[in-house]
């Protein structure tokens, strides 16, 4: 999928853990983990309006378009 | 009387999604056990059909011989059909197996209806039998169709955080 999901990186910089993170988003862990995998097939906009408020940064800091495979 | 909102919130009667289950599952049993003894007393079937008249007589061989062709697609066929049955009472509706499933059931009834084709040439009602066997085909595999699209919408939902 050409979408990127960089939410492990952004996660790191802000040194907030997975279980912090989705307890703050409200979404539960397996949803997470999906979603830093790359497995996700769709973002709630609800859901990227949370993970910017937590995490502090832009939708842009989160996703990532690619070319390559 | 049994009033209609008693009905609406199961009230007397009672009937629900699960007994509803059971049945089906009870029904495709029984049919199993009906075509084991259809098998089993073939010979006897088709003297009962064919009468044991002697020019009737020619008859018996090829229909016995057709019966227990058809039984083969027809044991994979309710096989297949207490297996979607039982993943559907697990919870288990929206699954790749369950069109797996369906796709064998449907070409069961393709299988039935070739054979069905094949014995119309000695006995010509057969060639119904065919027609609605390769009727019941196609109803399955719409309904194949249908559950394939369901269980890509359903994983593209699941998959939606």
Known sequence: ?69 | MIRIEERLKGGPIMWNCSKSLTLSIFCTRLFAVLLAVGVCIAPMIANWYFGSSPSSQVLHFPFRITIYLCAVPGFILLFCLNTLLKNIRMGNVFVNDNTKMLRIISWSCIAVGIISFGSGFYYASFFLVAVASAFFALIIRVIKNIFEQAIELKSENDFTI
């Open chain 1, 1 to 69: 999928m050409p979408i990127i999901v960089n939410l492990d990186v952004i996660m790191a910089k802000r040194k907030i853990s997975s279980g912090d993170l989705s307890e703050k988003v409200g979404i539960t862990p397996a949803n997470l983990s999906i979603l830093k995998n790359n497995k996700a097939k769709a973002v709630r906009f609800s859901t990227l309006e949370s993970l910017c408020r937590v995490l502090k940064c832009q939708p842009a800091d989160i996703l990532e378009y690619s070319d390559t495979e």
